[in-house]
């Protein structure tokens, strides 16, 4: 039987009415020999991938697995060695007393409400990227981590990699020059999650019932409700504007994130071209783009094609994703595998600086930080700005113009209809949590 899922339910009024009658729930005080004991809020792909890593890491307990497939929860709930609650409903996870800190790692149009949610039941939170669907969203996490005193990492993990880490300093230091553009790049050939191996897109697929053992209510939440179709359902929701913005905000992100922490992350103008000009198959979001945004001092691009997977630095050790940097003394090129720096005094021998950190690297200094309640690597501000790059960009895109930004206020100048695209609708039983 489904849950009910409206926002009256009893155990949940409670959770966020004592919420909002305190400004910061107690810190939990933990000693150095103390395990932290985590909660997870999705256990598909990327959730599945941090429970395996969180899972090996010795002073880390899990006691809470959720996922609205509930297979999902209880197939990892297997590998843990000891009873834990399995649910189809976070709210249970987050009203679990034995919960210390959440993982959220469930669909992107999820994301930002389970977090204020999260920060307002007092939970630490470790929150996939990017971290909200809409820029209004993001700003009220930041406002719920503040305001409950939350240690909160957003999964942009890139800025636990020591190449990318020597890259922005490079570029703050002067080292290789004045620079004054950026170029960002992902170029891909996949397969959908549900085509036929060797058929490219995500294809063309039947509305058909839930799979038994999904609560479908649960998993839309407040998005539109409409019927279950097997093609937005796992990895392909990505490409739904009801649920992500595509690879212009999902994947986008990472790499918009080190041109903006190297940069500064004032934007000033978006503007974004292209369409489903590789694929005819379902998604709404583009297959092919070319977004440029310009920001005091300069300007930064992205090209996005799924229609071909031709990467670049072909003749050295090619890679489908990578960001450089201009200088007026030299290039860097970096990316998951390295970083090269080519002189312009000898642009045919670049210096070769291997990749090193991530994920693992990420996730301990959020734990680090639970322990300590300093700051994480990606806060939720830094997480936020380089969101607002992704989200600028797929709003041109929606409205087929260039926009201007009002950086300080967050709002777009002179344009109503894009400005209502800075939020977006919720289903009657969910609404964005307020943060007063």
Known sequence: MQKNTTLNRRQFSKLTAAAMAASAPAVNVLGANDKIQLGFIGQGGRGSHHFRQFLGIDDVRIASLCDAYLPNAEKNAEQVGHPVQKTQDFRDVLDNKDVDAVVIASPDHWHALQAIYACQAGKDIYVEKPMSRTIVEGRRLIQAAEKYKRVVQVGQQQRSSEQFQKAVEMVKNGEIGHVTSARCINMWNIDGYLSPKGKHGIGVFPDAEPPEGLD????????????????????????????????????????????????????????????????????????????????????????????????????????????????????????????????EKDRKNPTVIPAKGGDLEHKRNWLDCIRSRKDPVCTPKEGHEANVAGLLALIAWQVGREIKFDYQNEKIIGDSEANRLLTRKYRKSWQLPKVV
Request: glycine letters at 10%; hydrophobic letters at 35%; aromatic letters at 18%.
């Open 216 to 343: 479908y209510d649960m998993w839309l939440g407040p998005a539109p409700k409409r019927s279950f179709n097997p093609n937005r359902f796992r990895v392909n929701f990505y490409f739904y504007l009801d649920y992500s913005g595509g690879m212009l905000t999902a994947w986008g992100v990472h790499l918009f994130d080190i041109v903006l922490w190297a940069m500064g992350p004032e934007l000033k103008a978006a503007c974004c071209m292209g369409g489903k000009y590789a694929h005819d198959d379902d998604r709404d979001t583009p297959d092919t783009a070319e977004a440029v945004w310009d920001a005091p001092g300069y300007t930064f691009s992205y090209t996005l094609r799924h229609g071909n997977g031709f990467p670049y630095e072909m003749e050295c050790d090619g890679i489908d994703h990578g960001i450089y940097f201009y200088g007026d003394k030299a290039t860097i090129l970096v990316n998951r595998r390295y970083l090269k720096i080519f002189s």
